[in-house]
């Protein structure tokens, strides 16, 4: 192979990639759809923008140094909601701005500073509902312009609410029932607290992306099921406790319903099955799923999936693993694109990924995502770990990808134990056990590396970020003749530490993860924490933290690096002033070249 110079002109083609403007998520304003809200960081950070739909105009509404990236806008399209918090450590209050632009107005003064999933609205806009998780636990509140008013609070993790076309019922997915990460569904009237009815088959019941139906008095609301292995959309009305499940038992992985249309007759449904998209369009009355002729790629975002705009067309995000997201529609009844409607910015050609199967060393079939320069192997290899675990590395717009490919590294992203949309048991096969398949899995793709020419047994660096960054630390020590070297990003390398230190929402999911508090799993959290195997490691390590992060805290971190520092282990750490991640253009390059250096250093 010919060796790579390391590129680090201003203009370098993977400079340019990482500047080219996204479009993370688009909505509208449910009774304004004139109105919309959009997510993108076409200015250097993801920030919110007032979007006037007919024109294309976008109007930036926020301003926060770490960036934003959730937000509602209300259905009449007068105000944006966003949670404020402090440099990225998601904690603060919900606050709303007018969509011209404006002051904000904190929507809950009283409350003390809380932690947050979820701010939604009514499709009437009489009713806002948002969850607090503080101390207190997981609360409920409800406000039809006055005073907020909790009326529900959980001690486990929970999700929602979900509010039907007038306010009338709340829905919350919560995990106070199960112990586990499964959640059932409870309806709970807003203006008494008290439950209506609760939804709940011994499988994890969630609506996920689903919403109450936009037709006024249709108390139906959109939901899954994974009681038969695999998610499976369903329709349920809380008043009467009318349930229709979808007749798709032909379709293969996980699926989901995205969006209603406009008479509540058809819904959108999004498969995810070996990691790879396709849409659906269900029709109610007559039990029929329409597949629709769409593009490759990734559909959908962080804050939302597609949404009808009318009854002949489909808004989505789409984005490959050449082509940054952007927001086009799709023709309702084909799938054909119509028409691109939010532009994403021009990214230099890029070499696509392609899906790839190999076995872990624990017998498993594992599927991940190989990209490699040209020319023959073996090449410098980046194996990569995504976050999550309960999430699935499809074919995204990765600059990271690209630019090891253009210094001349092959990357593997693979979707390791815990990994989403390859069944119920194999997601659920880490809890109480963290870092244990997944490790193998990695050992597994290591070997196939070898095996099959694209790297050489000492050439393979591992990286990943948040719970791939865990994974890193956890995969150099209890593996570490495998690895030249290892790259962690807001990394977890003490679950014990990082549970005293974390914001609420995050504590609630590592007991659901675990079981139980470190405290009651105080074997598995020792073992599933890097910090045990610290004296093991052999390669060198680059840590990236966010000193403001609650979700991977600082002290945690802070404790790994002392252990290494005094068993005399080579750490390199460089913080950040922000929380979980980068959302700036220019400070990923930073941290994107820093790797590079990095990995040039470890392997001369």
């Not at 039907?164 to 019922?169: N, T």
Request: charged letters at 20%; aromatic letters at 12%; proline letters at 5%.
């Amino acid at each position: 192979m010919t060796e790579k110079v390391l590129d680090t002109a201003s203009n370098a083609a993977w400079k340019q990639r990482f500047r080219a403007a996204s479009i993370a998520w688009a909505k509208v304003a449910t009774a304004n759809p004139a109105r919309g809200l959009v997510c993108t960081n076409k200015d250097g950070i993801y920030q919110l923008y007032g979007w006037d739909v007919a024109s294309g105009a976008l109007n930036q509404l926020t301003s926060q140094p770490a960036g934003v990236v959730g937000g509602m806008i209300s259905a009449d399209g007068a105000y944006v909601y966003y949670h404020h918090d402090q440099q990225g450590n998601e904690l603060g209050h919900y606050v709303r701005v007018p969509f011209a632009g404006g002051e904000r107005e904190d929507i809950s003064p009283d409350l003390p500073p809380y932690a947050s999933f979820y701010i939604g609205q009514s499709h009437n806009g009489s009713v806002t509902g948002f969850l607090a998780a503080s101390a207190n636990g997981f609360e409920i509140y409800v406000t039809d312009g006055d005073t907020p008013r909790r009326i529900a609070v959980y001690q486990r993790l929970t999700f929602g609410p979900q509010l039907s076309y007038g306010g009338e019922i709340a829905v919350t997915a919560t995990t106070e029932y199960s112990g586990t990460l499964d959640t059932c569904l409870v309806a709970i009237d807003p203006k008494t607290g008290d439950e209506i009815a609760r939804l709940s088959e011994g499988a994890d019941v969630r609506f996920d992306f689903g919403d109450f139906s936009p037709v006024p008095a249709d108390l139906r609301m959109l939901a899954t099921t994974n009681i038969s292995g695999f998610a499976r959309p369903l329709i349920w009305n809380p008043r009467t406790g009318e349930r229709h499940d979808f007749s798709v038992d032909s379709i293969p992985g996980e699926l989901t319903p995205w969006a209603w249309s406009p008479d509540a007759k058809k819904v959108l449904l999004g498969q995810l099955y070996q990691a790879e998209y396709q849409l659906y369009v269900y029709d109610i009355e007559s039990s029929t799923a329409t597949k629709l002729n769409h593009p490759s790629g990734v559909f959908g975002g962080y804050a939302g999936n597609g949404f009808f705009v009318s009854e002949d067309e489909i808004f989505v995000t789409w984005q490959d693993s050449t082509h940054p997201s952007q927001l086009i529609g799709l023709n309702a009844t084909t799938g054909e694109q119509t028409r691109t409607v939010l532009a994403a910015g021009e990214a230099p050609a890029g070499r696509k990924w392609r899906s790839i199967s190999f076995q872990s060393e624990n017998g498993a079939t594992i599927q991940g995502w190989l990209v490699t320069p040209e020319g023959s192997g073996p090449f410098p290899t980046i194996l990569e770990t995504h976050g999550g675990p309960t999430a699935v590395m499809s074919e995204y717009y990765s600059p990271n990808s690209q630019t090891w490919v253009d210094h001349g590294f092959a990357y593997f992203t693979i979707n390791y134990h815990g990994s989403t949309t390859f069944g119920k048991e194999f997601e659920r096969s880490i809890w109480g056990k963290l870092g244990n398949l997944e490790v193998e899995d990695m050992a597994g793709a290591h070997r196939w590396l070898v095996d099959n020419g694209i790297s050489t047994p000492e050439g393979i660096i591992v990286t990943g970020w948040s719970y791939g960054g865990y994974l890193t630390l956890q995969s150099i020590g209890k593996r570490p003749d495998l690895w030249a070297g290892g790259m962690a990003g807001i990394a977890i390398a003490d679950w014990a530490l990082m549970y005293e230190d974390q914001a609420e929402t995050l504590r609630g999911y590592q007991r659901a993860l675990f079981g139980g508090t470190p405290a009651e799993t105080p074997e598995a959290t020792r073992d599933s924490s890097p910090i045990t195997y610290a004296e093991q490691v052999k390669a060198p390590l680059l840590v990236i933290q966010g000193s403001n992060d609650t979700r991977c805290p600082p002290r945690q971190m802070r404790a790994y690096e002392d252990k290494m520092n005094s068993l005399g282990k080579p750490i390199q750490i460089e913080w950040f002033d922000a929380g979980h991640g980068s959302r700036a253009q220019e400070q990923s390059i930073q941290h994107q070249e820093m790797m590079l250096r990095f990995a040039y250093q470890v392997l001369g």
